[in-house]
């Protein structure tokens, strides 16, 4: 059964950092999915925040990569089937759920997975 755990969530002042982990537990070949964050603030929509694909490449969100850019960070680790979500100099609009995922387009039916979102509020 697959499980994505989430961790690194919490409270955080604006100019700080957080570190968002997620761990596939049970899920084989990590290598072949696509990980990424999606985060929703309160009353908001679920938006992307960033992804990355199985040759280890990044992408950012078009409605947040002007917004993160230089202070978010993804990166994936195959040999432990985690993605990592580095978060810098937070500000208030980075409060929201942040919900990890894992996904492979390619098959038929489509393979996805999702975490929890743990809750990441900042305050000035």
């Known amino acids: 059964q697959v499980q994505l755990v989430e961790s690194g969530g919490g409270r955080a002042l604006t100019g700080e950092s957080l570190k968002l982990t997620c761990v596939g537990n049970?899920?084989?070949?990590?290598?072949?999915?696509?990980m990424g964050w999606y985060r929703q603030a309160p009353g908001g929509h679920r938006e992307l925040v960033a992804d990355?694909?199985?040759?280890?490449?990044?992408?950012?969100?078009?409605s947040v990569r002007d917004s993160i850019q230089g202070r978010f960070t993804i990166s994936r680790h195959n040999a432990n089937n985690t993605v990592i979500l580095h978060m810098g100099n937070l500000n208030t609009e980075d409060t929201a759920g942040y919900y990890c995922?894992?996904?492979?387009?390619?098959?038929?039916?489509?393979?996805?997975?999702w975490g929890q979102g743990p809750q990441v509020t900042v305050s000035s």
């Open positions: 995922y894992a996904r492979r387009s390619e098959l038929i039916p489509k393979r996805e997975y």
């Open positions: 049970g899920i084989n070949a990590f290598n072949l999915y696509t």
């Open positions: 990355t694909g199985t040759d280890g490449s990044a992408n950012y969100g078009d």
